[in-house]
């Protein structure tokens, strides 16, 4: 089930906040566990043992952690912890991509063992809330939270419907005092409809616009692309994937916020960054978060010297890539990214300069549009191709890629390109006693009306997943 679904906008989320507005407050967090496994049960089925699962193992491993006294127990509990939240993320995610790497013999050998290595579903999800169960053990590990003794107030939080699909990667330190004690104020209804609105019509209007630009010129063959053709085709998908994610944040932000939790922000208007280190400030912001706080920095972060900081960073980014997706493309847009940070380290370190100002932006969107054409292609031959189409033929549109470029397409794309680049964050907003009545005004109008004219074109084309869900 989809946030830009007609089953979830017109069945499951008016029957859901119907229930709960009209429950107990006691009994809310029960209402909110039910309503989240309803929801992840409607996309993954009978793999919603693994969400129900993840809650039983981390609970009882967080609170099993801080009543342990023994240090070099607490550890030991915690590595096998970690271990078992990655089993199912290894195996459902990485599995077929690790058996076609093996060498014959040993991929032989895991066959004799009866593990299979086809027809294997993902599950919706799996990355984000396995992250989160990890984040979960270390705090209780490290004394940062104090767990839950309530298996139904973790389920809640582990399993929270608008955040449990695509993020943000939320930490229960993040909302915990909100977990037994929340009470949505009519500002902050107010403030999530029209924060969801706003990120439907990101979703709906912008990104799958810029999507169907994108897909028809990635489809097209690569010799048969203009210079002009492959520009357009990676400058529309960079603004797909920017307003698909960064949509989706701002639903769950907005529905979060209605009942009655502050979610962190996920993004900050990323390509107006001036260097890629300032990108990766600005850009999944909770998953950057994630892999500074639970892995760069336990490898050592900057301690150690230059040489180290370099190898933490880019062994840091290689997982984040794969993080992504079982493929060498996603490796490699991992690694191409560490080592983009690793270069901006060492301008740093060795001249005290870094990327800044106009020439830095163009620069960092540059790099980052390159990037991007690993992340969007499917084999390394494909990627290395497009770039060369990007620097190669002829200057104007090729006939095919004209067609598709309708008068709508056309102002969206501009429209999204203005908006990705302007100061503004639609996620920030806050209609709370200090909004100012211009930006209520503005903020309500353009929330109804790109909700309707979001719906108008479900209607009309029907839904396409958002890309995230398939991480």
């Not at 989809?2 to 906040?17: K, M, W, Y």
């Not at 929270?160 to 695509?166: G, M, R, S, T």
Request: net charge positive; with cysteine; proline share 4%.
């Amino acid at each position: 089930m989809s946030f830009g679904s007609p089953v979830f906008l017109f069945f499951f989320l008016p029957l859901f906040f119907t229930i709960y507005f009209a429950t107990p407050y006691r009994l809310r967090n029960v209402v909110l566990l039910l309503a989240s496994l309803i929801f992840y049960w409607s996309d993954a089925g009978n793999l919603c043992w693994i969400l129900i699962a993840s809650v039983v193992l981390n609970q009882v491993l967080a609170v099993g952690i801080v009543r342990m006294h023994n240090e070099r127990r607490r550890l030991t509990l915690l590595s096998v912890g970690v271990g078992l939240n990655l089993l199912p993320l290894i195996y459902y995610k990485y599995w077929v991509f690790l058996h076609e790497s093996m060498p014959g013999s040993v991929s032989a050998f895991f066959d004799g063992l009866g593990i299979p290595s086809t027809g294997i579903l993902l599950p919706a999800g799996i990355s984000f809330f396995t992250f989160q169960g990890i984040s979960y053990i270390v705090d209780a590990y490290r004394a940062d939270v104090r767990p839950t003794q309530n298996i139904i107030d973790f389920g809640m939080y582990h399993t929270l419907f608008p955040q449990l699909i695509a993020g943000p990667i939320v930490r229960y330190a993040e909302v915990h005092q909100s977990i037994r004690h929340r009470r949505s104020t009519l500002a902050d209804i107010h403030t999530g409809v029209v924060l969801f609105c706003l990120g439907l019509g990101c979703k709906i209007i912008i990104a799958d616009s810029a999507g169907v630009v994108a897909d028809r010129i990635f489809a097209l063959p690569v010799a048969a692309l203009s210079a002009a053709d492959a520009w357009l085709g990676i400058g529309a998908y960079t603004l797909q994937i920017f307003f698909d994610f960064s949509g989706y944040s701002t639903m769950a932000i907005g529905l979060g916020r209605a009942l009655g939790f502050h979610f962190p922000q996920n993004f900050d208007q990323p390509y107006r960054s001036q260097n890629i280190t300032e990108f990766w400030r600005r850009w999944h912001m909770t998953l950057s978060r994630w892999f500074r706080d639970y892995l760069y920095i336990p490898l050592g972060g900057n301690r150690a010297g230059p040489l180290r900081t370099y190898l933490n960073l880019t062994l840091v980014f290689a997982l984040c890539g794969l993080w992504h997706g079982a493929s060498v493309t996603f490796l490699v847009w991992g690694l191409w990214h560490g080592l983009l940070l690793v270069i901006e380290r060492v301008l740093s370190h060795q001249w005290r300069w870094r990327p800044s100002g106009l020439p830095g932006w163009a620069a960092t969107l540059l790099l980052v549009m390159i990037g991007w054409v690993f992340f969007r292609s499917s084999t390394l031959e494909g990627a290395f191709s497009y770039l060369h189409a990007m620097v190669s033929g002829g200057l104007s549109l090729s006939d095919a890629v004209l067609l598709s470029m309708t008068p709508n397409r056309i102002t969206f794309l501009g429209v999204g390109t203005f908006v990705a680049l302007s100061a503004f964050n639609v996620a920030r907003l806050d209609f709370d006693d200090r909004a100012r009545p211009m930006v209520l005004i503005t903020a309500n109008v353009g929330a109804l009306a790109a909700f309707i004219y979001s719906l108008s074109l479900i209607a009309t084309n029907g839904f396409n997943p958002f890309i995230y869900f398939r991480f």
